[in-house]
């Protein structure tokens, strides 16, 4: 069972507001991962840290940005939220390149 | 990038009935993953494949990593309503994009009548 957490689970904002989506893991994975998903679609990794302080883009641009202070924490943050930002977020950890186990994920509304 | 074709794209079946799916690549993958997604949920891992030829099982699920290392199937027997979701497939290559070079399928979703 993979402890790996995010908060908030739903988030209804107005356009142009600040947001952050919180991931963290207690598992001590050095491997951390946020994925952007539409609804019934696949996956689209976004960013990527390989530990404390490695934060790296993924294959999907994303406006977000993300920082690595702590190995447990892997927060993602829009600085100004846009109806396009509307998605589902998905975090992920895995410990030295082996299994990502993914987060429940945070469901974004941006109206 | 490299791509994985996974289907079908959906499937509607009746209960009990037993379900089949497969990823295929025109890439090598070291390692094959099959991941569920609930509604609303994260992905939750099912099976992990590592080594090619594997056939792996986990309860009513049957995996298998195939010889030439570019394909993978999930094989689901006697289905039950909770077994409707979304299923992914991802390889692996630690040669390829991403952070460890994981590429996902586009998922298949599962639908059962009872």
């Known amino acids: 069972e993979a402890d790996i957490y995010q908060t908030p689970r739903y988030l209804v904002i107005g356009t142009g507001k600040k947001i952050t989506l919180e991931c963290s893991q207690t598992?001590?994975?050095?491997?951390m991962y946020w994925y952007q998903q539409d609804p019934g679609m696949e996956l689209h990794l976004i960013h990527y840290?390989?530990?404390?302080?490695?934060?790296e883009k993924g294959d999907l641009s994303s406006e977000s940005t993300v920082s690595r202070i702590r190995t447990e924490h892997f927060p993602l943050t829009l600085e100004s939220a846009r109806p396009s930002h509307t998605s589902q977020y998905l975090c992920a950890s895995s410990s030295r390149g082996k299994t990502q186990y993914f987060g429940p994920g945070t469901r974004l509304l941006v109206l | 990038g490299q791509q994985l074709n996974q289907s079908p794209q959906s499937m509607f079946i009746q209960e009990g009935e037993d379900v089949s799916m497969n990823c295929t690549s025109s890439?090598?993958?070291?390692?094959w993953l099959w991941y569920k997604q609930d509604p609303g949920e994260g992905p939750v891992l099912l099976i992990a494949?590592?080594?090619?030829?594997e056939l792996t099982s986990n309860g009513r699920l049957t995996a298998q990593f195939g010889i030439t290392r570019k394909d993978s199937f999930l094989n689901i027997s006697a289905s039950i309503p909770s077994d409707v979701g979304i299923y992914f497939c991802a390889g692996q290559s630690y040669s390829g994009g991403g952070a460890d070079g994981l590429t996902f399928g586009k998922g298949t979703h599962l639908i059962i009548q009872p």
């Open positions: 598992m001590g994975h050095d491997k």
């Open positions: 890439s090598i993958f070291n390692t």
């Open positions: 494949l590592y080594k090619a030829g």
């Open positions: 840290s390989y530990g404390v302080n490695s934060t």
